[in-house]
């Protein structure tokens, strides 16, 4: 059973360092969906995918941060000139087209700014 | 615009008693509304969702949620607790076209045996 997978899993980086995330959906998924969560909060929307098209980015997407999904399969997400504040577990989602409401979640991606 | 406040940020109850976690939500549109549980280090599960079909929805491991456009609140319930349950929940809605989901802060559960 392939779910999300995310890679890496941990990521410690030095503040200013750009970093670059990869998330690998179910396979026959369109939708695919980033999001951040900081500890004690709920994960907190930042940007989806349908297909390889970018349709839907939150303010939270600073111009530090980019995503792409060039082939409408695995997903990429990097942060530019990281800073402290971008510690969070950066998690990935996907749905299929028949049924955009259930999605599917990765185990997430942690990220330390020192 | 859309919110989801959920009342309670700890619940504890006994192995075997039921269980209400409250959640109420705030949409400009007919919204959809769902409840994830998210398991220590593992990922996030969804437990249910309501999508403008029957009000009463039932998910797995015997939880139910009630969509009561009135009060605007989607409360999820169990009559009866398992030590399993135990785990952080989130109550999620969504504008009628699933573009973009807004979690609330999460309501962790402890089962006391």
């Known amino acids: 059973d392939t779910g999300v997978s995310q890679d890496p899993r941990h990521k410690i980086t030095k503040r200013g360092q750009n970093v670059t995330f990869r998330c690998d959906p179910i396979s026959e998924h369109n939708r695919l969906y980033w999001y951040r969560q900081t500890l004690g909060q709920g994960p907190e929307f930042l940007t989806y995918?349908?297909?390889?098209?970018?349709?839907?980015k939150s303010r939270l997407l600073s111009d530090r941060f980019s995503a792409e999904r060039p082939k409408g399969s695995f997903s990429t997400l990097e942060i530019q000139r990281t800073e402290q504040g971008d510690s969070a577990m950066y998690l990935c989602?996907?749905?299929?087209?028949?049924?955009?409401?259930?999605?599917?979640f990765g185990p997430g991606t942690r990220l330390t700014v020192t | 615009a859309q919110s989801v406040t959920q009342l309670d940020s700890h619940v504890s109850v006994s192995e075997g008693t039921p269980v209400l976690l409250r959640c109420n939500y705030s949409s400009s549109y007919s919204p959809s509304l769902f409840w994830y549980v998210q398991h220590p280090n593992k990922g996030l599960q969804l437990l249910l969702k309501?999508?403008?079909?029957?009000?009463l929805v039932k998910g797995i491991n015997g939880f139910e949620a009630e969509f009561k456009k009135s009060e605007t609140s989607f409360h999820l319930t169990k009559p009866s607790a398992h030590m399993s349950d135990a785990a952080e929940y989130f109550c999620v809605v969504s504008p009628n076209t699933g573009n973009q989901f807004y979690f609330g802060t999460g309501t962790s559960l402890t089962v006391i045996p």
């Open positions: 995918f349908q297909n390889e098209a970018q349709l839907e």
């Open positions: 989602a996907s749905s299929e087209t028949l049924d955009i409401y259930e999605q599917y």
């Open positions: 309501y999508t403008s079909a029957a009000t």
